[in-house]
């Protein structure tokens, strides 16, 4: 069965400073990778996703991934943040061959610091 | 073009009260899902569906029971409501299962007394 670790509950980081969220996965099939984040109030929104091809995917807001079979791994980055950037940030796993569901991990909260 | 629509947003519910959340979508998606989303335990899905008429259990579905009866809407009902219930519940819809993202709707909070 698939599972997704996120071993941060909780990362504040300074404005304009780099942040890394980590996310950890574990299956016995190819998978798919999706980071999803959350603002107040609201309902998850996809930022991000690794489907296949390059293991460095990004999103139109500065953030990216980067897909390491090897370490089983899908972190998420930002060279700089901003006060925008403070949300709740899920990882998840699809495995491939028709399974329909979304494994998520138990989120990041992201608190920037003015 | 309004995605996903949850109704009611906020509702407080006394012990044994029964209610039903109604997720409805305009995108034409096949596939939606449940999810209740509690403190430091992500999301975690109670029911799902494939399509029109179909169901099945997620992670979490004692206590609560689904139905697919159109295309668009998908029920979420709570028969005896416990206080172990409180929690925010999301609906969400796709149109691939795998490779495409689920798109989600605002949540409904759901306090049970």
């Known amino acids: ?114 | 073009n309004a995605g996903v629509t949850q109704t009611p947003k906020f509702r407080v519910l006394k012990t044994g009260q029964s209610m039903t959340l109604l997720c409805a979508q305009d995108m034409n998606h096949e596939y939606m899902y449940w999810y209740r989303q509690d403190p430091g335990m992500g999301l975690r899905l109670i029911h799902y569906s494939v399509g029109e008429g179909t169901t099945a259990k997620g992670e979490v579905p004692d206590g609560y029971n689904v139905s697919r009866l159109k295309k668009q809407n998908f029920l979420l009902g709570l028969e005896s409501a416990a206080p172990s219930q409180t929690s925010v519940y999301f609906c969400a819809s796709t149109q691939d299962r795998v490779a495409q993202p689920q798109h989600f709707g605002d949540g409904t909070r759901l306090s049970i007394l």
């Open chain 1, 1 to 114: 069965a698939q599972s997704v670790t996120q071993l941060d509950s909780q990362v504040p980081v300074f404005e304009e400073a780099p942040v890394e969220l980590r996310c950890n996965y574990s299956s016995s099939v190819s998978v798919y990778l999706f980071w999803y984040v959350q603002y107040p109030n609201q309902g998850l929104q996809l930022l991000l996703k690794y489907l296949s091809g390059s293991t460095l995917v990004k999103s139109i807001n500065g953030f990216e991934a980067e897909f390491n079979k090897s370490q089983t791994s899908f972190h998420l980055r930002k060279p700089s943040v901003h006060i925008s950037d403070t949300a709740e940030y899920f990882c998840a796993v699809s495995e491939g061959f028709g399974n329909e569901k979304l494994t998520f991990g138990t989120g990041t909260r992201l608190t920037i610091i003015p």
